[in-house]
């Protein structure tokens, strides 16, 4: 079965850090662009951040640039997004997905997601 399973979520005060974690199976992360999103409460999704396939080339949202680092560890088929400096309205699902470039769509129905809370 090919999947990403999202992890790392949780709930945080402001001005803390989560690590996020993107793990593939049933077929090889490191062929594909990677991209994080996430959803807000009563919002539509937005892109957060993508990873080409070999780590080299990287984009963030302006939101999200100079605080949020993603990253990928191919032998681990594994994508992360460290988010640092967090802030209330970073607070959303946020759900990983492949694709072919950074540019492009996504190539999978979306998944679980894992749920970040950032509240005092």
């Known amino acids: 079965q090919l999947q990403v399973v999202e992890s790392g979520g949780g709930l945080v005060q402001p001005g803390n850090s989560l690590r996020l974690s993107c793990a593939a199976s049933?077929?090889?992360?490191?062929?594909?662009?990677v991209g994080w999103f996430r959803q807000a409460p009563g919002k539509e999704r937005e892109g957060v951040s993508c990873?080409?396939?070999?780590?080299?080339?990287?984009i963030y949202a302006a939101s999200v640039k100079g605080r949020f680092t993603i990253s990928r560890d191919n032998a681990k088929n594994t994508v992360y997004l460290q988010m640092n400096s967090l802030k209330p309205e970073d607070t959303g699902v946020y759900y990983c997905?492949?694709?072919?470039?950074?540019?492009?769509?996504?190539?999978?129905?979306w998944g679980q997601g894992t749920l970040v809370t950032v509240s005092s």
């Open positions: 997905a492949r694709k072919w470039v950074c540019l492009g769509d996504t190539l999978d129905a």
């Open positions: 049933g077929f090889t992360l490191g062929y594909y662009a």
């Open positions: 990873i080409n396939n070999s780590g080299d080339n990287t």
